[in-house]
Structure formats: C-alpha cells, structure tokens
T-cell receptor, first 117, second 113 residues
C-alpha cells in the first residue's frame, strides 16, 4: 500500500496476556518509530529503528515492552504480561531518511487501539 | 531536553471565523517545529513544518504558522474555519539532528455551523 499500515486496528487483552502489534512501514523507508498515545494526550516516543538496528529505546516504559525489526521493514511491538495502564493507541511512523535528516517527515499509521481489561 | 505546551485543550470557532491554536516550545538547541492533524480513527497527518529560513510557514488546507524565537512560539492559524477542519491538532518539536519528536498534548478544534 501507499501508506503505513498497522494491525490489528483494535486489540482487547485480559490483564496478564501477551500482545503483539504489527507495523508495515512505507516501502523503502529507513527509519521506523513507535509512539504510545494515551487517551487525551499527545503521542509519546517509545523506540526508534534505523533499518534493523534499534538505535533508541529510551521511551519504552518497562522491560515488558519489546520491539523488533529483524529485516529492516516490518516491525513488531510486543507487550508481555499486559496491565491496565498499557491501554492506549500505539502509533507507528516511518521516514525515508535516517533520523538525522532534517527534512525527515514522519508518516504515521492509523494506530492500534489496545484495551487491557 | 525539548518540551511543548499547547494552550487550550479544546477550542471552538464558528464556521468562517479565524482559527488560532497556540503552541509554545522549549528547546536547548535550534528547534525544528511541526504541526500535525489527527482525524478520528486516523493517523497523524503533517500540516506544516519549520526547519530553517522563512519564519512564516504555509501548509496544507490553508493553514500557516509563524516561528517566533523571542516568544518561543509556533502558533497555527487559518483565516476562515471550515467544518472539515474539526480534528485534533498536535504541535511537535525535534531538538535537532537525530532527535525523535516530542509532541504537545493536543488541541481539539470544533467548528460550529
């Protein structure tokens, strides 16, 4: 497709379950970002990949959160032992240039809305 | 470190009226500033950005923003609101090369007929 896609669009999990959220960036985009957007808030940075390398994971809130991009394209954000405070929309964004590119516009996917009961 | 504040979590204007959404930033380095719009159940879409050069930046859908370094502001304006402008608007800052986005909390714009 022409844009960033994410799946599933909606996910309901029971507390304690593991979840995996998928992001398909725009083809050829080098950079990939994950953000967490709580209800009524702006997106907050989680982690950043340049190709397959995870260059920044400073925003991951705990060691229950794990992200990977093994072949430098599709990325998966995994949350283990989900808790209610993990409920949020998880946004993925991709960019053609590495993060150092000053004109590196980020293109966002529609997000995955995670609800933990 | 960078931060963004947006004054007013909810702004209502009449159709045809001026839209003014406020954004103030804090950055230890020359900032790169962005406005994004988010429609319900959709991803964020870039409206406009300031990197260097002209401080008055024009974007899509008739929006523009002016970078004022002395006021550390990057307010978003549109001369005449349209019903289709109703959405959530986010101001964001990048601190410089290699920096991720830091977003403000957002302002929800309602346009009244």
């Amino acid at each position: 497709g022409a844009g960033v896609s994410q799946s599933p669009r909606y996910k309901v999990a029971k507390r304690g379950q593991d979840v995996a959220l998928r992001c398909d960036p725009i083809s050829g985009h080098v950079s990939l970002f994950w953000y967490q957007q709580a209800l009524g808030q702006g997106p907050e940075f989680l982690t950043y990949f340049q190709n397959e390398a995870q260059l920044d994971k400073s925003g991951l809130p705990s060691d229950r959160f794990f992200a990977e991009r093994p072949e430098g394209s599709v990325s998966t954000l995994k949350i283990q032992r989900t808790q209610q405070e993990d409920s949020a929309v998880y946004l993925c964004a991709s960019s053609f240039t590495p993060s150092g590119g000053i004109f590196a516009e980020q293109f966002f996917g529609p997000g995955t809305r995670l609800t933990v009961l | 470190a960078q931060s963004v504040t947006q004054l007013g979590s909810h702004v209502s204007v009449s159709e045809g009226a001026l839209v003014l959404l406020r954004c103030n930033y804090s950055s230890s380095v020359p900032p790169y500033l962005f406005w994004y719009v988010q429609y319900p159940n959709q991803g964020l879409q870039l409206l406009l950005k300031y990197t260097t050069g002209a401080t008055l930046v024009k974007g899509i859908n008739g929006f523009e923003a002016e970078f004022k370094k002395s006021e550390t502001s990057f307010h978003l304006t549109k001369p005449s609101a349209h019903m289709s402008d109703a959405a959530e608007y986010f101001c964001a800052v990048r601190g410089g090369l290699g920096q991720n986005f830091v977003f403000g909390p957002g302002t929800r714009l309602s346009v009244l007929p």
